[in-house]
């Protein structure tokens, strides 16, 4: 799967990127802004995406989502203030609270993988938040 990483922190992202290329998915780009994010999305065409809620220019990453939604493109909230997402998760699958340890990570990835694919994932993993 082509995936997105909009994450502002560079080492959370570069963490992320590294644990998405072990799941076997390709990271076709990382983006800590609002304008780098969709430029990533108009140029690159990601099959899915992990957005942050607040990033350098702001809380951005909500208006990010709901480009995503809006586009087709289906994606989680990284967060560590799920608080701060909209009670209608904008068209996010769900999202994955910080600080999230990397077997949760890797665990919510295939369930993801699973459920964007189609296959019928048996339950989500705890560190993933589904929205209603």
Known sequence: MRIMIVEDEALLALELELEVEAAGHEVVGTAASRTAALDIVEQAEPQFAFVDVHLSDGPSGIEIGRHLAVTGIPFVFVTGNVKRIPDDF???????EKPYTMNGLQNALTYLTARISGQEPVAPPPGLILAD
């Open 90 to 96: 904008v068209g996010a699958i769900g999202a994955i």
